[in-house]
């Protein structure tokens, strides 16, 4: 199913339009989101799962071959050499389904968003 046709209330209803071993993958994103910053709010925008505390943290979507995360800090020096083994636009990492989840590299973009976030509302 082409999860960009359909409209979800929720994050279990866009990962279970996924074939299965799809949505074990994406699952494990979601709960690797979900440990970093338990206190977020987990909800659909855009069409795709975001997580947010005081703001848009972090977002991912599932696509036929790939899986993104949203935004990524590839212009930010820490991050670029990690980042450069990932295709993906400006603010995009893509990860081939079967890929090992990069989760280390994974929670320091999600804290990385969260600190520029509050940095950002604190102005």
Do not use: W
């Not at 979601?30 to 975001?50: G, N, V, W």
């Not at 005081?54 to 020096?77: C, D, E, L």
Request: with cysteine; net charge positive.
């Amino acid at each position: 199913m082409d999860s960009a046709e359909r409209n979800f209330s929720n994050v279990d209803g866009y990962i279970a339009s996924f074939d299965e071993a799809l949505q074990i993958e994406l699952q494990a994103v979601r709960s690797l989101i979900l440990k970093t910053i338990p206190d977020a709010t987990e909800c659909i925008s855009y069409q795709i799962p975001c997580y947010k505390i005081n703001g848009n943290v972090i977002f991912f979507a599932g696509f036929k071959n790939h899986y993104s995360i949203y935004p990524v800090p590839r212009s930010n020096a820490k991050f670029t050499q990690a980042l450069q083994a990932y295709k993906g636009g400006p603010g995009t990492m893509q990860m081939r389904y079967g890929q090992k989840l990069p989760k280390a590299l994974l929670k320091k973009i999600i804290k990385h968003n969260l600190e520029v976030l509050t940095k950002k509302l604190k102005k």
